[in-house]
């Protein structure tokens, strides 16, 4: 799981909340909007890659029944 936080610097850190070792920052980036879409691009790749259970997407069939 990723969350993006806020450094005392300004800037924004994407950072692995969920991996093998605590608060691994993956990417900084200068606006919360380029680390928000960097962390959406990054989750969607790898809910393809893997079993495709980390994020439910708009119009993926959900409600269907």
């Known amino acids: 799981m990723m969350e993006v936080l806020r450094q005392r610097d300004g800037r924004y850190a994407v950072r692995d909340i969920g991996g093998v070792?605590?608060?691994d920052v993956l990417a900084?980036?200068?606006s919360?909007?380029?680390a928000e879409?960097?962390?959406?691009?990054?989750?969607?790749?790898?809910?393809?890659?893997?079993?495709g259970l980390g994020l439910l997407k708009p119009g993926g069939g959900q409600g269907l029944g």
């Not at 879409?37 to 079993?51: E, F, G, K, T, Y």
């Open 32 to 34: 919360l909007h380029e």
């Open 37 to 51: 879409a960097w962390r959406l691009d990054r989750a969607l790749r790898d809910d393809q890659i893997h079993d």
């Open 21 to 23: 070792a605590l608060d």
């Open 28 to 30: 900084v980036f200068e």
